[in-house]
């Protein structure tokens, strides 16, 4: 069982940054690839970020390339996401998940996620 606590949302006007944080709980961190998905009011939970169990492989949904950086410290049990350059079009529900059963693949889907955090608000000010 493995828990994810998301922190650092809030309130940031356009052009702005923030970094998010989600940490979880248990003793094999780097056994999980991690994702970072957000889901804007009324519309689908999409893919932002994902990065496998050592950090080695990263991947970004087109929306966010070169704005947003994910990263990931084994030993503090903790996901990063940092987003620069922030838009309105950002704004949303941010949600951290863990997959123990990564293969490599390069298509990150919400049902491949085995625990979820409850998520933190961005909300992006024009």
């Known amino acids: 069982q493995v828990q994810l606590v998301e922190s650092g949302g809030g309130l940031v006007e356009a052009g702005g940054s923030l970094r998010l944080s989600c940490a979880a709980s248990g003793r094999t961190f780097s056994n999980y690839a991690m994702g970072w998905f957000r889901q804007a009011p009324g519309q689908e939970r999409e893919f932002v970020a994902g990065i496998s169990g050592r950090g080695g492989n990263i991947f970004y949904g087109d929306s966010v390339k070169g704005r947003f950086t994910i990263s990931k410290d084994n030993a503090k049990n903790t996901v990063y996401l940092q987003m620069n350059s922030l838009k309105p079009e950002d704004t949303a529900v941010y949600y951290c998940?863990?997959?123990?059963?990564?293969?490599?693949?390069?298509?990150?889907?919400?049902?491949?996620?085995?625990?979820w955090g409850k998520g933190t608000l961005v909300t992006v000010s024009s």
């Open positions: 998940g863990a997959d123990a059963r990564w293969d490599g693949r390069s298509l990150w889907r919400i049902s491949d996620m085995d625990y």
